[in-house]
Structure formats: C-alpha cells, structure tokens
Nanobody, 126 residues
Framework: QVQLVESGGGLVQAGGSLRLSCAASGGTFSSYTMAWFRQAPGKERDFVGAIRWGTGSTFSADSVKGRFTISRDNAKNTVYLQMNSLKPEDTAVYFC???????????????????WGQGAQVTVSS
C-alpha cells in the first residue's frame, strides 16, 4: 500500500522560505509522477508542480514559477517542494500526490492522481 507523508509546513513571514518533504513508501516509484497541490480555505485544490521520478523532469504552475522548486532524493524515496519568496496568497494546505500511470505529459488534474498525503499547513503572514 502506497503511503505519502508530508512534513515541513509552518508559519513564515512574507518573503521567507520553507521546504516541504513528501516521504513515499509501499511502492516502486521510478515510473511515478509526484505532484504538489494546494488548497486554500473555500477554494479548489490547485496544481502547484510535479516531477517525474524516473527522469527528474519538472513542471511548475505559472503562479509559483521562479519561486518554488521541486526535487527528489531517490535514496530516501522523498520528494521536496522548496518554496522561496513566499507571499500571503501562498497560504494553504499543501498536499503531495502520486500518479502511477505513465503519460505523455505531466498531469495537472487532481483526478489523475492515485495516492495522496494528509496535507501540511503553510501560513504566510504579511
């Protein structure tokens, strides 16, 4: 059974940085796509970015491009979301997700993802 466990959330001032981790277990992830989504109160769960575990190729949403970076550590089976230059509008619960299907393009639709973590709260104060 695939399990995803996020960590690293917290409270930070605008302009600061945080790094989220997503520890994956229970599967062979070399063909998976791992993604980060976020959900603010009363809003939809939005795609933030993703990484193909095998190749390391990444894709980020326009709203975070240039500020957020996704990476992975194969030895630790962990995916990271490095968030810099944080803004109050980045405040949300951040979710790690895994897509086990091979696709031509990185999926941005939450319904394409098979497994989810429990979420990590990120709060950015102004």
């Amino acid at each position: 059974q695939v399990q995803l466990v996020e960590s690293g959330g917290g409270l930070v001032q605008a302009g600061g940085s945080l790094r989220l981790s997503c520890a994956a277990s229970g599967g062979t992830f070399s063909s998976y796509t791992m993604a980060w989504f976020r959900q603010a109160p009363g809003k939809e769960r939005d795609f933030v970015g993703a990484i193909r575990w095998g190749t390391g190729s990444t894709f980020s949403a326009d709203s975070v491009k240039g500020r957020f970076t996704i990476s992975r550590d194969n030895a630790k089976n962990t995916v990271y979301l490095q968030m810099n230059s944080l803004k109050p509008e980045d405040t949300a619960v951040y979710f790690c997700a895994a897509d086990k299907d091979l696709r031509w393009t990185i999926p941005k639709n939450k319904y394409d993802y098979d497994y989810w973590g429990q979420g990590a709260q990120v709060t950015v104060s102004s």
